[in-house]
């Protein structure tokens, strides 16, 4: 730790993200830095990690890289994946984590014993595995903790920061875990900055052609989609249902207001009492109780009923029951039709699969980016919708402009889903190394003085 070089190790790597923002904030101090392992099993990462770093070595599985085989390093870097542990409120350290991925990150440091980490996970993991409801956090963290500080001798300190108070335009919160052999990291300090979606956003590109968007856009302006979600499900003023675009067929505007006075009133617990059922979220009425809350004629108003049954809108159906069966598990619960009471009409909320199911406002922020959702975010470019860039997620992260990520779409997005905000992690890293400086400089004023006795 004397010298101009700081070594490091990248566990569970992704997309380098920690990495990177370790190495910027080190150089920017004038210090070398060599990554001299890299560990990462996803061969799309692995890709990405090639072509965008050098590498020492570059390994896989870590739980197959034996302690002889790590070289020498000052920080282990790690982005590890949440595991629940075997404590059960014992702490009892290393023993605790066997079998989890948090024990490889502690076998080495036990081993290797280098100068700090900078560990970072979802923001579940305060709360994960609680033993009381209300205690501040969780048995797996508490676990964690005490073994790096208690058990291997670390000074540890902890922290949840938000992407959005660093200048990028998307909520994320993550936990970082730090530690240094011989000071605690103040991790406080930051001063939050904003940004909107519209300053990451590209121009120009080629918008999506489908008969959803053409109804979508036959039906709102564009500014008038800004931040709306599009789902047969409650969502208030920012949500647009399958019948406001006709997606089954057109229906006339008493139609669509007898559908979203309909959505809400079908969970009304005075419905229930009225059956004789058990409460239900989204029960099915009877053309009686619509009338009283639908000021339209009977006839007409079944008329519009029967039509939105025919175009797949509402289902004419028995209200359901509630069923409590004694099984040697213990109560079974479950619906089913009550065929004894009338039939009534319900919302059909069955999960459609809209090709898009939010367009961002370019005027506030994006969501946090989950894999599994971001096919089916859209942004407008000119006078169409399309999808997220993967340029435009990286710019979400604060990656730089010439971070590439040379794989399929899909694999890109399963990679950022799970990276971290850089500017988040040269925060952290810059607060570490407030720490870390002073001891190079003490060191060097060692060797200095140590010079002048000879």
Known sequence: MGSNTIKLIDLFAGLGGIRLGFENVFKNLGYETECVMTSEIKPYAIKTLKHNFKHNFLAGD?????????????????????????????????????????????????????????????????????????????????????????????????????????????????????????????????????????????????????????????????????GKSIKDKRGGANNIHSWDIGIKGEVSKEQCLLLNKLFKERRKKQWATEIGIDWMDGMALTLDQISTFIDSPKQELSLMLSDLVTKGYLKFEYPKKLIKEQTPNGVKTYREYDVTKPKGYNI??????????????????????????????????????????????????????????????????????NTVAIPVVEFVVSRIAEVMDKRFIDADNIHLELHQVH
Do not use: M
């Open 348 to 417: 059909v909320t069955g999960k459609l699969s809209f090709e898009i199911n939010k367009i961002l406002d370019p005027n506030t922020i994006a969501p946090t980016l989950v894999a599994t959702d971001v096919s089916r975010l859209a942004v407008a470019d000119g006078k169409g919708l399309r999808r997220l860039t993967i340029r435009e997620g990286l710019r979400l992260f604060g990656y730089p402009e010439w971070y590439e990520i040379p794989t399929k779409e899909y694999d890109a997005f399963d990679l950022l889903g």
């Open 62 to 226: 870590i739980f197959e890289i034996s302690n002889e085989f790590i070289p020498d390093f000052d920080f282990l870097l790690g982005g590890f994946p949440c595991q629940p542990f075997s404590s059960s409120g014992k702490r009892q350290g290393f023993l605790d984590t066997r079998g989890t991925l948090f024990f490889e990150i502690e076998r080495i440091l036990r081993e290797k014993k280098p100068y700090g980490f900078i560990l970072e996970n979802v923001e579940g993991l305060i709360k994960h595995d609680l033993e009381h409801k209300n205690d501040e956090i969780g048995r797996t963290l508490s676990t964690i903790l005490h073994t790096l500080g208690s058990d291997l001798g670390y000074q540890v300190s902890w922290r949840v920061f938000d992407s959005i108070e660093f200048g990028l335009p998307q909520s994320r919160k993550r936990i970082f875990i730090v530690g240094a052999k011989d000071k605690k990291v103040d991790l406080n300090g930051n001063k939050p900055k904003f940004a909107k979606l519209g300053n990451i956003l590209e121009t120009g590109l080629d918008t999506i052609k489908s008969d959803f968007v053409d109804k979508l856009l036959s039906h709102f302006k564009i500014e008038d989609l800004y």
